[in-house]
């Protein structure tokens, strides 16, 4: 028997009155170089997210947010930006940014576990109104959890779903002082 299906959820949002959808999927990591992790990455999940339809211009640049409540986080009290480790150190909160951009994580430790908890937060943001004057505003359009949990070493998936706008104003303050450059929009952005 293969492992399970992954969960799935649609969430549907307008944005320069163009109607589009996020497609996420969760499963597990039953292939980790495929997924371009270390084997030991087997058993953790995966997800991905993609943005239809595909690119107009500049409407459609948009990017990942994603915050991270997990104790094996050196540092970590609460939620923290989530960045995409491969580049380093950026002035800028997004995880991934572009047109139509998908947003993909598959967390892993190496560290031996007996239990440890995972919550992300994921949002996906547009360019604020004034940002193309040089302003930096991020505007969320939608958002969703997903989490994973571990247990005397077995790893359980947590269920998907949909964030509301009031976890978006949550955040705001912490990534006001992560990123003092940028203006972080209450609510979501209406299309």
Partial sequence: MG???PQTLAL???RAGIAGSVDVALGVNDDPVTLGCPEWAAGFPWCRAIVTPAARGYADVLGWVQLVDWDVIEGGD???IDPFAPLGKVDHPFCFFGY???LFDAPHSDE???HSEFVAHSFL???GPESLAMRFEVD??????WSFRVDEGEIAIGELAPL???AWDGHREYLGRAHPRWTFLPGFAAG
């Fill in 3 to 5: 492992p399970p299906t």
């Fill in 12 to 14: 549907p949002f307008r």
């Fill in 78 to 80: 609460g939620f923290l």
């Fill in 100 to 102: 139509s951009p998908t």
């Fill in 112 to 114: 031996e576990m007996v």
């Fill in 125 to 127: 943001c547009g360019l």
């Fill in 140 to 145: 969320a359009v939608l958002g969703f959890r």
């Fill in 164 to 166: 509301g706008a009031d």
